[in-house]
C-alpha cells in the first residue's frame, strides 16, 4: 500500500477545491440559500405541511441532496478529467500506484469536499428555515455515503469523457432532473398512483427519502431500503471502476 | 557491467491496428547513458511508454532491475523517472506543490531539503513559489525533469529533452545528466541531435520503424565514424584499372572518370601518399582531388533507408 501516494493525491485534490473556493464552496452555498429563500421563506409559506412538516423544512433534506449529488459527480469527473486534459495523467499511470490507491484518492477527495459542503449548507439553511435532526448519526451516514457513491460514478464519467461537454452532460442531463423528479420538493405519495410507480425507478428517491427519514422519521420508502439502495449503486460503479482499470480502459492506449 | 532493465520480445499494436513496435529485445546496463535515436514516428515514446506503464504491451516482458513491470510494478516504477517529450503539466499548480506531489505520488515520505538542493540544481529555486504557467518553456521543461527526479529515482528516462531549448540551456542538461551519471543514475534518453548521442552516450540504439536496427557501443560507431573517402578526379577516364592497383580499398567509378579509395583516420598511415606515387608512377593523372568523412548521420540514414 502506498500510502504517501494516496496521501499525495488526496491532498493535491483538496488543495485545487482550496485554491477555487469560491466556485467550489460560495457557489453551491449561495445558489442552495436561493432556493431556500424563493422555496422555504417566499413560497413555502402559503404550501401546507407535508406530513406534518412546514415546506421550507421539508424540503432541505432534497436540496442538499441535491447539492451533494451535483458537487460530488462534477468534483470527482473534473479531479480525474484535468489530469487526462492537460497529460499530466503520464505521472500517475506511471507511479507506483494502484487502481484502486488512484481512487481512493481522488473519490476520497471529492467526497470530503461534499460532505463539508452539505455541513455548511446545513448550517447556512438555518438562517432562513426551522428544521431538526432526528437521527443525526443516521443523517451523517446517508451524506457520507451518498458523496462516496456519487464521487464514485464522477470518476468514471471523468475517466469516461472525451471533452468538457461530455464531461457535464451527465450532471445536467441526467443527475439534475433525476433529483427534481426524485422527491426534492414533494412528497412522492402526492403523486398519482400510477407515477409513484414510475417514480420508484428513479434511484434518487431512495437517497432522498431514506435522508429525509435521518431528519424527520417519515419517508416514501423503508429507510432499509434507502440503504440498500445506495449500497447496490456504489457496488455498481465499484465493480464498473474496476473492470475500467483492469482494461486500462481510457487510460492507456 | 550488470544489466538494470531488459526488455524481451516487446511488441505494441495499438488500437487503430497499427503495429508501433514489433519484437523489441534490449538490455540496459547499470549507470550507462543510452541514446535511443530514430526518425519522427519510429516509435521510441511508444517504447518508453511501455516501459513505464503507460502504454499497455501487446505483448513481451520488461525486468528492471529483477522487478517484472506487471507482477511486481511498485518495486519497478519506484525506480522510474520520467521526463515526457510533451510539456504535460497542470499550469495552475506552483512548482514547489507540483515536486512535493511528485515524491509522495511515488511513495516517498517528504524531504523538503533534498527538493530545496533539487531545485536548486536546476535553477528553480528562485521560482518555487511561482506557478508553473509564469514559467518561460524552457523552465517548465526543467520543472518536468525535476519532477522526475523528485523520488530520487536510479533509471531517468528523457524524452527528447533538448527539443525546443536554447543552447545554454542544452549545454546545462548536458552537464546534469552526466552529473547524474556520476550518482550513478542510469539515463535512457531519445533524441534527434545525433551530436548530442555522439557527446553524451555510451551506448546508441537506433530505431525505425518499430523496429530497434542496432544497438552499438559508441566507439564502435564512432570507428565506423572514422572512416573516409578519397575521390580522385582523373584526367581522362580509363576502362580499368592497372592490376598493380587492384585491391579491396580501391574502386573505379562506374563512367571511369574517378577513383574512391577508401581508408580509416584511426590507422597511423592512411596511405594516401603512396596511393598517389603508385598512380604516378602507373601514368594515371589526376586533376583534383576530394576527401570525405562519413558521420553517425550517414551511418544512421543509411541504416534507416537499408533495412527498411
Ligand atoms: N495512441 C496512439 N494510437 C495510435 N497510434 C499511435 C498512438 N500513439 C502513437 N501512435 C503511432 O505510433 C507510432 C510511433 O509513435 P511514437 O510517438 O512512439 O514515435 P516517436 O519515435 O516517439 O516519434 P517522435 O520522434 O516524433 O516523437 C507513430 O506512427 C504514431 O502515429
Ligand atoms: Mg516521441
Known amino acids: 500500500m502506498n500510502h504517501y501516494g494516496i496521501k499525495a493525491i488526496y491532498c493535491y485534490e483538496?488543495?485545487?477545491?482550496?485554491?477555487?473556493?469560491m466556485q467550489s464552496i460560495a457557489s453551491p452555498v449561495l445558489s442552495t440559500s436561493l432556493y431556500f429563500i424563493v422555496f422555504g421563506s417566499a413560497i413555502g409559506s402559503r404550501i401546507v405541511?407535508?406530513?406534518?412538516?412546514?415546506?421550507?423544512?421539508?424540503?432541505?433534506?432534497?436540496?442538499?441532496?441535491?447539492?451533494?449529488?451535483?458537487?460530488s459527480t462534477s468534483n470527482a469527473s473534473f479531479g480525474i478529467y484535468m489530469p487526462k486534459f492537460t497529460g499530466s495523467i503520464y505521472e500517475i499511470l506511471s507511479a507506483p500506484v494502484s487502481g484502486a490507491e488512484i481512487v481512493i484518492g481522488y473519490v476520497g477527495a471529492a467526497a470530503t469536499k461534499s460532505v463539508i459542503l452539505g455541513l455548511i449548507i446545513l448550517l447556512t439553511a438555518r438562517l432562513f428555515v426551522d428544521y431538526s435532526i432526528m437521527?443525526?448519526?443516521?443523517?451523517?451516514?446517508?451524506?457520507?455515503?451518498?458523496?462516496?457513491t456519487f464521487s464514485l460514478l464522477g470518476f468514471l464519467i471523468g475517466l469516461w469523457a472525451n471533452s468538457f461537454e461530455q464531461l457535464q452532460i451527465?450532471?445536467?442531463?441526467?443527475?439534475?432532473?433525476?433529483?427534481?423528479?426524485?422527491?426534492?420538493?414533494?412528497?412522492?405519495t402526492m403523486l398519482p398512483e400510477f407515477w409513484q410507480k414510475v417514480t420508484l425507478l428513479n434511484p434518487v428517491v431512495y437517497l432522498v427519502s431514506g435522508f429525509r427519514w435521518s431528519f424527520y422519521g417519515s419517508a416514501d420508502v423503508h429507510v432499509g431500503v434507502s440503504l440498500g439502495m445506495i449500497a447496490l449503486f456504489m457496488a455498481i460503479c465499484i465493480a464498473a471502476i474496476t473492470w475500467v482499470f483492469s482494461t486500462g480502459y481510457k487510460l492507456k492506449p | 557491467m550488470s544489466d538494470i532493465l531488459t526488455l524481451e520480445g516487446v511488441d505494441k499494436t495499438y488500437d487503430t491496428g497499427f503495429n508501433a513496435l514489433s519484437n523489441i529485445n534490449l538490455s540496459i546496463r547499470r549507470g550507462e547513458i543510452f541514446a535511443l535515436l530514430g526518425p519522427n514516428g519510429a516509435g521510441?515514446?511508444?517504447?518508453?511508454?511501455?516501459?513505464?506503464?503507460?502504454?499497455?504491451?501487446?505483448?513481451?516482458?520488461?525486468?528492471?532491475?529483477?522487478?517484472?513491470?506487471?507482477?511486481?510494478?511498485?518495486?519497478?516504477?519506484?525506480?522510474?523517472?520520467?521526463?515526457?517529450?510533451?510539456?504535460?503539466?497542470?499550469?495552475?499548480?506552483?512548482?514547489?506543490?507540483?515536486?512535493?506531489?511528485?515524491?509522495?505520488?511515488?511513495?516517498?515520505?517528504?524531504?523538503?531539503?533534498?527538493?530545496?538542493?533539487?531545485?536548486?540544481?536546476?535553477?528553480l529555486w528562485e521560482k518555487k513559489d511561482?506557478?508553473?504557467?509564469?514559467?518561460?518553456?524552457?523552465?517548465?521543461?526543467?520543472v518536468l525533469i525535476a519532477k522526475a527526479l523528485a523520488h530520487q529515482p536510479t533509471i531517468l528516462f528523457l524524452d527528447e529533452p533538448t527539443a525546443g531549448v536554447d543552447v545554454e540551456l542544452r549545454r546545462e542538461m548536458w552537464a546534469m545528466i552526466r552529473r547524474l551519471r556520476g550518482e550513478g543514475v542510469t539515463i535512457i534518453l531519445t533524441t534527434h541531435y545525433i551530436e548530442e548521442a555522439e557527446d553524451m552516450a555510451d551506448r546508441i540504439g537506433v530505431i525505425n520503424k518499430g523496429k530497434l536496427m542496432l544497438v552499438e557501443d559508441k566507439h564502435a560507431l564512432m570507428r565506423e565514424l572514422g572512416r573516409k573517402s578519397l575521390t580522385v578526379l582523373l584526367s581522362k577516364p580509363i576502362t580499368q584499372l592497372p592490376t598493380e592497383l587492384m585491391r579491396d580499398d580501391l574502386q573505379l567509378a562506374d563512367d571511369g572518370a574517378s577513383l574512391i579509395y577508401h581508408y580509416s583516420t584511426a590507422e597511423t598511415d592512411s596511405g594516401v601518399s603512396e596511393l598517389l606515387a603508385q598512380l604516378q608512377s602507373a601514368g594515371i593523372h589526376y586533376q583534383d582531388l576530394q576527401t570525405r568523412q562519413s558521420s553517425l548521420e550517414e551511418i544512421f540514414v543509411s541504416l534507416v533507408e537499408e533495412k527498411a
Open chain 2, 130 to 142: 511561482s506557478r508553473i504557467m509564469a514559467l518561460s518553456g524552457g523552465m517548465k521543461r526543467r
Open chain 1, 135 to 148: 437521527h443525526p448519526l443516521w443523517m451523517l451516514m446517508f451524506l457520507i455515503l451518498t458523496a462516496l
Open chain 1, 170 to 188: 451527465i450532471p445536467m442531463m441526467v443527475i439534475a432532473p433525476l433529483t427534481f423528479l426524485g422527491g426534492t420538493f414533494y412528497s412522492i
Open chain 1, 49 to 71: 405541511e407535508i406530513d406534518g412538516i412546514s415546506y421550507g423544512a421539508f424540503i432541505v433534506p432534497g436540496l442538499l441532496m441535491l447539492t451533494i449529488l451535483t458537487e
Open chain 2, 44 to 123: 521510441k515514446t511508444t517504447l518508453i511508454g511501455i516501459i513505464c506503464g503507460i502504454v499497455n504491451a501487446t505483448a513481451g516482458r520488461i525486468v528492471v532491475d529483477s522487478h517484472d513491470t506487471q507482477n511486481d510494478f511498485r518495486q519497478a516504477r519506484k525506480q522510474i523517472g520520467l521526463v515526457p517529450q510533451e510539456l504535460s503539466i497542470n499550469i495552475f499548480d506552483s512548482v514547489w506543490n507540483t515536486v512535493h506531489f511528485s515524491r509522495g505520488l511515488f511513495g516517498c515520505p517528504p524531504d523538503d531539503a533534498y527538493l530545496e538542493q533539487l531545485l536548486k540544481n536546476l535553477s
Open chain 1, 14 to 21: 483538496l488543495a485545487r477545491a482550496w485554491r477555487t473556493i
